[in-house]
């Protein structure tokens, strides 16, 4: 099987050169790409459609058709990447018929995101990039153009709970929001939450965990948000629910957290702390809990480091990076937090986000009128790319439970067998 | 509290000139190591007896009394920390009346472990180190000297299914052979064993888990070894219970096997495998599986690199290695085996030792008849090391759950609801 980089060199001289747009060198490289797609798995049946009409076709009933309606489209995808497919799928340059995510697999199972994007892209890139470190002063900003949405946008698609992180499905036929409040269970239980012990959440969104935690579990805890909206809605919440004795969210920097909690937790949260700070969010964790104290880390994570996609990096989630397991228990290890459990929930963050990019289909029409169309294309493109990265891809979703120091009194199996 | 390496250089000039033994200074020494055991742990109640009669004494009522028989026992500890304690236990000129992991907890609690050997001492051991790499040619050499010890031997501390591993406890309360059938049925669960499924089972010991897989979940297998102790008496067991037909040991190296496996497992064979050889291991282990087959490696690990213990690795496990478990998952994602669930059991090894220690004394007589005191005193000191790096020191039992490649048809939760 030929490597897209092969592909490309093969056929497409502008790969490397954007500026001499060859309409038939192009077609050669789409053929090529569609060729290693077919080879890849040779009982897909899809299509690829050209800005002249031509077809290129596999099987009879194809159930995905990628239509490049300009030669642009096309010189983009490939000079660029899944940077150059995600610009041109958002203006409209670039559509997808029938099933994205069968698209999205067949683009996997060809490696098209191993493509590293070019020197002089990077270097496009590079003031993003600079600008995009989260600093304390700059994290704020970063989240702002995901998070500074109107939480009524976010209503359309998440569940009752405002939850914004992978789902737990105990069965996988349960409603979003049981299989939210189970997942929130789940941790809770790994935890061994008790009560009127204090909970520490960093990056606590809408208030989920903390509020499921104080009416289940009875823990006090303070979760902290940088988002203006995500603190008045869950302290808003929590005032309703009558826990403001309880729990209380803060509009501060994990950095700037004070104070000693006996569990910790942080869900959906690390994927934006960025891959410099990664060992400052390991030394605060460890400074915050009691010697001995339970945490867990609830957080999308690769296998092995690869490169970020600049397309989420740059138009979904400015400063993210997707840490990989070596590097979390690496650090982990170096800061005093053996790890005691690690768990895998990729395929339930498939399911979260099938459920979420239906509801948002359902809402499409309301959410044009509230931004535009090429939003929608964009928003749709996030959440449809995610889910076939857990499918397909490389991303996982790692639920890592470990103690600040050694713990010699915990019970000794999962299900809750005390240390007798 | 002061490092060892700093009482050693504020007190002991002989931590890099071994020649010049002052007994001034070496008492000195003494001194300081017992002041930093008790700043560390000031309600501990320890004594420190010297060559001379002089007692040092914390609390009224010592647990543990460690004994310098001579000047050489203190100056061969300084100079070269465990290599020199380990070989003076050995010899007698160093004695521990009383509770010896409580001694070895306190040397945890001041980081003895922490000091490297001087680099004279290094390079002494550098031709066994050269000697102890395990080539397929030398590995065999390198566990004779374990291994190799007659059946007879371990038949005296383990327990009945002759399982040399970390046992898994329900309760704590179970005999050992339930413990390590139980561990046996964790793995087989976690690893999904169905009937007629293909099991390889890379250093298979005396066959337990071969045994065990398929009498209870109809499994046919394979498992290696390189000791040829272990050869006969499993295949011996296998055709006595008649399973001849489903498993089979062979005697070979793990680089040597052939074929393609549904599932995969290796039990506390890995701490042999080398750090250089980690690579080659995992290769072997993504050739030798189907893909999407689960594997389960169980392994004692460290939470992050530190140096090999000299003692055990010249005296115990030459060639051995303790792999981190960072470098464990690296290697697991860069071979194409994305992790899927770690678990710790750390206190069960402890408990398992613990058991293990209590036969071994029981039997101490007789192991004494068959090799002679010194013998019975230096495994007596690995026992005991190994429970109390369990329970205060460096290492953990990692059980680590992998696919070869993506499988999407797992089940959804550990307790085995199925993905529909």
Redesign the interface.
């Known amino acids: 099987m030929k490597s897209i980089s092969e592909i490309l060199s093969d056929s497409c001289p502008i790969f490397h050169r954007r500026h001499e747009i060859n309409a038939s060198h192009l077609k050669n490289s789409v053929r090529n790409l569609a060729d290693a797609m077919h080879a890849a798995d040779p009982s897909a049946q899809f299509a690829m459609g050209l800005w002249d009409g031509d077809i290129l076709a596999f099987g009879a009933h194809p159930k995905t058709i990628l239509r490049f309606k300009t030669p642009r489209a096309a010189a983009e995808l490939f000079a660029r990447g899944f940077l150059g497919f995600g610009e041109c799928y958002t203006s409209g340059e670039l559509e997808v018929e029938g099933d994205l995510q069968e698209l999205l697999r067949l683009g996997f199972a060809i490696k098209f995101d191993d493509g590293d994007l070019p020197f002089s892209q990077k270097l496009r890139l590079l003031p993003h990039y600079i600008r995009s470190r989260n600093t304390v002063e700059q994290a704020p900003c970063n989240i702002a153009g995901h998070y500074g949405l109107e939480n009524e946008f976010y209503s359309l698609y998440l569940d009752e709970t405002m939850t914004y992180s992978c789902a737990?499905?105990?069965?996988?036929?349960e409603s979003l929001d049981e299989a939210q409040l189970d997942k929130y269970r789940h941790i809770a239980r790994k935890l061994l939450l008790k009560p009127g012990e204090r909970l520490l959440d960093v990056g606590c969104g809408w208030g989920g965990m903390l509020i499921l935690a104080a009416r289940e579990y009875g823990i006090r805890g303070i979760g902290n948000t940088i988002s203006r909206n995500q603190f008045e809605y869950a302290n808003e919440r929590i005032k309703v629910l009558g826990l403001q004795n309880q729990i209380e969210v803060v509009l501060d920097d994990y950095r700037n957290l004070r104070g000693k909690f006996d569990k910790f937790v942080s869900i959906g949260m690390f994927e934006h702390v960025g891959k410099e700070y990664i060992p400052t969010f390991m030394h605060k964790v460890s400074s915050l809990l009691e010697p001995r104290g339970l945490g867990l880390l609830h957080t999308i994570g690769?296998?092995?480091y690869s490169h970020v996609d600049p397309w989420t990096e740059r138009y979904i989630f400015p400063g993210g990076y997707v840490p990989?397991?070596?590097?979390i228990?690496?650090e982990?290890?170096?800061n005093g937090l053996?790890?005691?459990?690690?768990?895998?929930l990729r395929?339930?963050y498939a399911r979260t986000l099938d459920r979420w990019a239906a509801n948002y289909e359902k809402n499409a029409a309301k959410i044009a009128e509230m931004f535009d169309e090429s939003f929608v294309r964009m928003w749709r493109l996030y959440l449809n790319t995610c889910a076939a990265g857990f499918?397909?891809g490389y991303v996982?979703l790692f639920q890592v439970l470990f103690s600040n120091g050694?713990n010699?009194e915990?019970p000794?199996?999962?299900n809750g067998?005390p240390?007798?």
Chains 1, 2 share one sequence.
């Open positions: 737990y499905f105990k069965t996988g036929e690769k296998d092995v990989n397991l070596p590097e228990v690496l982990m290890g170096l053996p790890v005691l459990d690690v768990e895998n395929m339930h499918k397909y996982r050694l010699n915990l000794l199996t999962r067998a240390y007798p």
